[in-house]
């Protein structure tokens, strides 16, 4: 199926360290939104943008709606050691009987050392 | 926030055997489920969308016959994996939308390994 191409595939910082990771797509989504997953859990919203050129702050992360409506970014600040997990984006597009299916990028494993 | 109960949260079953796996929604109704399929440190995969009543939409190269979904109400979608082979051992999400289809919210998952 479709993906994302989500990057970088793995981060390894240290704590205190900002963090940024992008997602982009050939195609256009209505909504892109931001994931995060822990080990055998499902994926938690972080951050949703509805809108083109959208910049939308959840504590300490920040995700922009590219103008192109084609890419996001996901900035975390200040890293501490409870941010690892996987991030994935996602695109949605609002279709008919599909109720807004997501696709999703390739994830970015964080990792950050105290 | 709104609630989706996956159930079981893992299961290990002998190949040839199905496995039943419930997506809830416990606090909306959900008109739209999706199924997902992710494999270890990999993206989510969508496997199916169901609507509420009627057939679900397979994404291309998922099996409709070996993964069978049933969404018979508004608060219960259930994804069966058929005659289970160790090939579809995989961690299997579920997600519900709103009315409307504002918000999308995903089930904790459900392991399967197959022997």
């Known amino acids: 199926g479709q993906q994302l191409n989500q990057s970088p595939q793995s981060m390894f910082i240290q704590e205190g360290e900002d963090v940024s990771m992008n997602c982009t797509s050939s195609?256009?989504?209505?909504?892109w939104l931001w994931y995060k997953q822990e080990p055998g859990e499902g994926p938690v919203l972080l951050i949703a943008?509805?809108?083109?050129?959208e910049l939308t702050s959840n504590g300490r992360l920040t995700a922009q709606f590219g103008i192109t409506r084609k890419d996001s970014f996901l900035n975390i600040s200040a890293s501490i050691p409870s941010d690892v997990g996987i991030y994935f984006c996602?695109?949605?597009?609002?279709?008919?009987?599909?109720?807004?299916?997501?696709?999703f990028g390739q994830g970015t494993e964080l990792s950050v050392k105290p | 926030g709104a609630v989706v109960s996956q159930h079981p949260s893992w299961v290990i079953c002998k190949s040839g055997t199905s496995v039943k796996i419930e997506c809830r929604s416990l606090?909306?109704?959900?008109?739209?489920m999706f199924w997902y399929r992710q494999f270890p440190k990999k993206s989510l995969m969508l496997m199916a969308t169901?609507?509420?009543?009627?057939?679900?939409?397979?994404e291309q190269g998922v099996e409709k016959d070996k993964f069978l979904i049933n969404h018979a109400s508004l608060t219960l979608s259930t994804l069966t994996v058929t005659s289970a082979h160790p090939e579809d051992s995989s961690f299997y999400i579920c997600?519900?939308?709103?009315?409307?289809?504002?918000?999308?919210?995903f089930g904790s998952g459900t392991q399967l390994s197959v022997l």
């Open positions: 997600s519900a939308s709103t009315q409307g289809n504002e918000k999308l919210f």
């Open positions: 943008l509805y809108k083109a050129g």
């Open positions: 606090d909306f109704q959900a008109t739209t």
């Open positions: 996602a695109g949605q597009r609002h279709l008919y009987n599909q109720g807004g299916k997501l696709i």
């Open positions: 169901s609507n509420e009543g009627s057939k679900a939409t397979y």
């Open positions: 195609s256009i989504f209505n909504t």
